[in-house]
């Protein structure tokens, strides 16, 4: 992609503190845009924002609506338009179904499902009445295939797959793209982050995609914003990950099959861990 192909955009990240948030932001700027980067964590914002040109950092709850609109009012008004939308943040919770509260369910999909709908509420129209725009929301291979033991993040990032989807066929033709943006584990704090009970997230990221490592947050914010100035509407990436999601197209019955013996072993691990 070339840098000035985002030249003098103006582009709101959430989550743009850490992870995903924090590579996009990165890549965003090396392409000239106008970067807003929030995150509920605002020092971790600041850190990002600071050696970074044409890029502030900003505190931004994803789960309050109204913080949300404010945020796109602001870029509006001091720059006249938003170009970009990226409704990154996100969280996972791991574990047994059993062990989750309401409350965790909640969090879970206030953050993940609500935070992406507060984001399209907050810019969409802003984007029809210019008649340009794109709204990136990312969601994950878990959008794509589902296993056990991460239900609640499944279920949202499936949910934020068909927004996308069913949005974009409505957005072209006000002029505005979506895409949606399904990777597999990417090395990012989440990997290690979010469980119940004994569940090793980054173990479960890792072997249950097939993986030795995690896929770079760099590489994939650069497929990303290749895709955005393509308005593409999937990122599924890396390579790896087409082939899974492929396979899972044309045998699910192997698919689901094979994700019962993953699980089982998983449990056996988790029981290992927990007796350790």
């Known amino acids: ?20 948030g924090a590579a996009l932001t990165k890549a965003l700027a090396g392409a000239g845009a106008i970067v807003f980067c929030t995150d509920v964590d605002v020092t971790a914002a600041q850190v990002t924002a600071s050696a970074l040109p044409n890029t502030v950092a900003a505190y931004l709850d994803v789960t309050d609506a ?3 609109q404010r945020a796109v009012d602001a870029v509006v008004a001091e720059h006249g338009r938003l170009d970009l939308i990226f409704n990154n943040a996100g969280i996972a919770i791991g574990g047994e179904t059993e062990l989750l509260s309401l409350e965790q369910w909640n969090q879970i999909i206030d953050i993940n499902l609500r935070g992406v709908v507060h984001g399209v509420v907050a810019a969409y129209p802003q984007m029809i009445k210019q008649g340009s725009g794109q709204i990136v929301n990312t969601a994950s291979m878990g959008g794509l295939m589902a296993a056990g033991l991460l239900t609640s993040y ?25 895409t949606v943006v399904c ?29 030795k490592q995690a896929y770079d947050a760099d590489l994939l914010a650069a497929d990303v914003l290749a895709a955005v ?6 990122v599924v990436a890396p390579r790896q990950a087409r082939v899974a999601w492929f396979i899972g197209r044309m045998a699910p019955g192997l698919v689901r099959r094979a994700s019962i013996v993953f699980v089982a072993r998983q449990r056996r691990m988790m029981r290992r861990r927990a007796g350790a």
């Open 66 to 68: 109204a913080a949300v």
């Open 183 to 211: 990777p597999s584990a990417v090395e990012t704090p989440i990997l290690d982050k979010g469980a119940v009970g004994a569940f090793n997230g980054r173990d479960y990221y890792l072997k249950g995609q097939g993986l």
């Open 229 to 234: 100035t393509r308005n593409r509407a999937m």
């Open 154 to 178: 499944i279920a949202t990032k499936h949910a934020v797959v068909g927004l996308s989807l069913a949005l974009r066929s409505e957005a072209a033709a006000h002029g505005v793209g979506v």
């Open 1 to 20: 992609m070339r840098a000035r192909s985002l030249a003098g955009r103006t582009a709101l990240v959430t989550g743009g503190g850490s992870g995903i």
